[in-house]
């Protein structure tokens, strides 16, 4: 039975239905009571929550909202700390208004002389400058500081901070698990076609990256009949894309192929199981190539930001293509490569997910430590 109980703050992007994002929730959580169990802490979590009822519903943790400034002060005043992260907090490539927002939360639990954990999270892009000096400030002031990947390191360092205090360290995501009474769902349809899992998202404005997503598809099909068995991690806006390629790729009967789109999950394990199943999956979304590889479902990447660059180097390889460039024939031809040596895909890289598995955890084994030094 766990002799102290320490209440800690969860700041992250959660509440806003995206799959990703609600992995890594669900990830840190597991990782936290995991942690405490083994070190003799309860650990009893409070979200910050774009959607507060909902998060309580999936999680059954206790949620407030993240722009409600008063609740989100009592419930850091009112706790023993506050984890940051993961995922891409402090970048403003989306918004001007991100990392000051991050940030703040963070320099409000520094104020209230809260110790602040860092967790696993990825940095960048920051195109701003005049940002350098404020992560800069509010990192040295961390109790502990953990990056998803060696450039997030770099680019702290290249900001002034030391990089004997930065811990790399896997995305949390990596260490979500299927429950393990969980059946292990068909990697073929009712008619013996093999799943491949494709994870869109709109980026450039006039779609043609995801015009040649549907002729690289199309050109897969010409030689191999699939069943295309699109993921989306974004709710209605994934939704949208997944349509959008399907409607380019146009009568795929005539390949023997089929196609469907899977329901956008809000519960992060159930669309694990989902990508479980597939036997490959191409994905545009960073958490649909870290479900896939988590479940040794071989990864074919295509890159829109450099944190899709940044994970699969984790794993030694590296994008298929961009949503600036991407040779459809190529690319098919990478994509059929794997699909007919899955075996030899998992074995060459059944190492690395191994460590990046195991290493997922470390952060939260830290936290619960350090944790317990506070009194």
Same mark, same amino acid.
């Given at each position: 039975?766990?002799?102290?109980?320490?209440?800690?703050? /969860?700041?992250?992007? *959660?509440?806003?239905?995206?799959?990703?994002?609600?992995?890594?929730?669900?990830?840190?959580?597991?990782?936290?009571?995991?942690?405490?169990?083994?070190?003799?802490?309860?650990?009893?979590?409070?979200?910050?929550?774009?959607?507060?009822?909902?998060?309580?519903?999936?999680?059954?943790?206790?949620?407030?909202?993240?722009?409600?400034?008063?609740?989100?002060?009592?419930?850091?005043?009112?706790?023993?700390?506050?984890?940051?992260?993961?995922?891409?907090?402090? &970048?403003?490539?989306?918004?001007?208004?991100?990392?000051?927002?991050?940030? +703040?939360?963070?320099? /409000?639990?520094?104020?209230? @002389?809260?110790?602040?954990?860092?967790?696993?999270?990825?940095?960048?892009?920051?195109?701003?400058?005049?940002?350098?000096?404020?992560?800069?400030?509010?990192?040295?002031?961390?109790?502990?500081?953990?990056?998803?990947?060696?450039?997030?390191? =770099?680019?702290?360092?290249?900001?002034?901070?030391? @990089?004997?205090?930065?811990?790399?360290?896997?995305?949390?995501?990596?260490?979500?698990?299927?429950?393990?009474?969980? =059946? &292990?769902? $068909?990697?073929?349809?009712?008619?013996?076609?093999?799943?491949?899992?494709? $994870?869109?998202?709109?980026?450039?404005?006039?779609?043609?990256?995801?015009?040649?997503?549907?002729?690289?598809?199309?050109?897969?099909?010409?030689?191999?009949?699939? !069943?295309?068995?699109?993921?989306?991690?974004?709710? &209605?806006?994934?939704?949208?894309?997944? @349509?959008?390629?399907?409607?380019?790729?146009?009568?795929?009967?005539?390949?023997?192929?089929?196609?469907?789109? $899977?329901?956008?999950?809000? *519960?992060?394990?159930?669309?694990?199981?989902?990508?479980?199943?597939?036997?490959?999956?191409?994905?545009?979304?960073? !958490?649909?190539?870290?479900?896939?590889?988590?479940?040794?479902?071989?990864?074919? +990447?295509?890159?829109?930001?450099?944190?899709?660059?940044?994970?699969?180097?984790?794993?030694?390889?590296?994008?298929?293509?961009?949503?600036?460039? /991407?040779?459809?024939?190529?690319?098919?031809?990478?994509? /059929?490569?794997?699909?007919?040596?899955?075996?030899?895909? #998992?074995?060459?890289? !059944?190492?690395?997910?191994?460590?990046?598995?195991?290493?997922?955890? #470390?952060?939260?084994?830290?936290?619960?430590?350090?944790?317990?030094?506070?009194?």
């Amino acid at each position: 039975m766990a002799s102290e109980v320490k209440t800690i703050v /969860l700041s992250g992007y *959660y509440g806003f239905n995206n799959s990703g994002d609600e992995a890594v929730l669900k990830s840190i959580l597991t990782a936290l009571e995991r942690a405490g169990e083994a070190q003799g802490v309860r650990i009893e979590p409070v979200v910050l929550s774009g959607d507060p009822a909902t998060t309580t519903k999936l999680y059954g943790v206790r949620a407030v909202h993240r722009m409600r400034i008063g609740e989100v002060w009592n419930a850091i005043r009112q706790s023993d700390g506050l984890i940051s992260g993961g995922g891409s907090l402090l &970048q403003d490539a989306t918004s001007s208004k991100t990392i000051p927002y991050y940030i +703040g939360v963070i320099k /409000l639990a520094q104020l209230l @002389r809260k110790p602040t954990f860092m967790y696993a999270q990825g940095i960048g892009p920051v195109q701003r400058k005049s940002f350098y000096p404020l992560i800069r400030h509010t990192f040295k002031r961390a109790a502990y500081v953990s990056v998803r990947d060696t450039e997030s390191a =770099e680019l702290l360092v290249k900001m002034g901070l030391s @990089r004997e205090k930065i811990d790399v360290v896997p995305d949390p995501v990596m260490g979500l698990r299927l429950p393990e009474q969980a =059946e &292990q769902g $068909s990697s073929v349809d009712e008619s013996g076609l093999p799943y491949v899992g494709v $994870s869109v998202r709109y980026w450039n404005a006039d779609h043609t990256d995801l015009m040649r997503v549907a002729e690289m598809l199309k050109l897969v099909m010409k030689r191999h009949a699939v !069943h295309l068995r699109f993921v989306p991690f974004h709710g &209605q806006a994934d939704e949208d894309a997944s @349509r959008f390629v399907m409607e380019q790729l146009g009568d795929i009967s005539q390949f023997g192929s089929a196609a469907s789109i $899977s329901p956008a999950y809000a *519960y992060p394990v159930d669309m694990l199981a989902e990508v479980s199943r597939c036997q490959l999956l191409i994905g545009m979304r960073l !958490h649909s190539l870290i479900y896939a590889a988590s479940q040794k479902v071989p990864v074919l +990447g295509i890159s829109y930001d450099p944190k899709i660059d940044q994970f699969l180097h984790r794993l030694d390889e590296q994008a298929i293509g961009s949503t600036l460039k /991407l040779d459809p024939v190529d690319a098919a031809d990478e994509v /059929l490569s794997v699909l007919h040596n899955l075996d030899a895909w #998992r074995h060459n890289h !059944h190492r690395a997910i191994e460590r990046l598995i195991q290493e997922a955890e #470390r952060p939260a084994q830290q936290v619960v430590r350090m944790l317990r030094q506070y009194k």
